[in-house]
């Protein structure tokens, strides 16, 4: 929680942040080089060197950050042999395929089904922890990712997770490939499009004495 010295926040706001949270406020300097160095610092520390940094900038003039971050570990409930990740090609819509490292198994418990309407494959994979990783794999051309994407509203999406987790894994040959997501997004507008307004439009004035506290931006 870090905050515009001005910015005078209540007692009762400060004692819940430490209760929920375990976080005590920290003062902005200004500039901005040097607050973006103690933010990333704090996340660095508060991660135990997981994460070593959540802000690539900051913000302009920013009178309010409130920062949160869930990092998962999780293991494959049934473990890939480690000598059967070989370089195999991924394919890139409207690049050339690439070599990459791929986890490959030719009897793994893989809970999979064909949606005929959207044309998608689904598959679940079990984690520990009573978790799964469940991968879409649109079926024809590479061009049917986007339209795959703009079909998956939230109720579609919400059955075929359901629908997959009610599929029992099944042996199956597998190959997936080691990927690192590394995104930097503005959800505002997939919050809106989620139909949690509410998130937007919050009551913050609670938060700190003076002209109310709003949400302009959200990463």
């Known amino acids: 929680l870090c905050h515009r010295a001005e910015l005078q926040l209540r007692t009762r706001f400060l004692n819940e942040s430490l209760r929920f949270y375990g976080a005590r406020p920290q003062a902005l300097s200004g500039n901005e080089s040097l607050d973006l160095l103690r933010v990333n610092e704090w996340v660095r520390g508060a991660s135990r060197g997981v994460l070593p940094g959540l802000l690539p900038a900051m913000p302009p003039q920013p009178r309010l950050l409130l920062l949160s971050a869930v990092h998962l570990h999780a293991a494959w409930r049934t473990p890939l042999d480690a000598k059967w990740t070989v370089p195999l090609p991924f394919l890139r819509p409207g690049r050339p395929p690439r070599l990459v490292p791929t986890m490959t198994s030719k009897k793994y418990p893989v809970a999979s089904f064909t949606d005929p309407r959207l044309q998608v494959q689904v598959g679940r994979l079990e984690l ?92």
């Open 128 to 219: 520990s922890g009573g978790l799964s990783l469940v991968v879409l794999v649109p079926r024809g051309p590479l061009e049917a990712l986007g339209t795959l994407e703009r079909a998956l509203d939230p109720p579609t999406f919400l059955g075929l997770l359901r629908r997959a987790a009610r599929t029992p894994p099944q042996a199956t040959a597998l190959a997936l490939p080691r990927l690192r997501l590394d995104l930097a997004l503005d959800v505002v507008a997939l919050v809106h499009d989620m139909d949690y307004g509410l998130f937007l439009d919050a009551e913050l004035c609670g938060l700190a004495r003076g002209p109310a506290v709003a949400v302009d931006t959200a990463r």
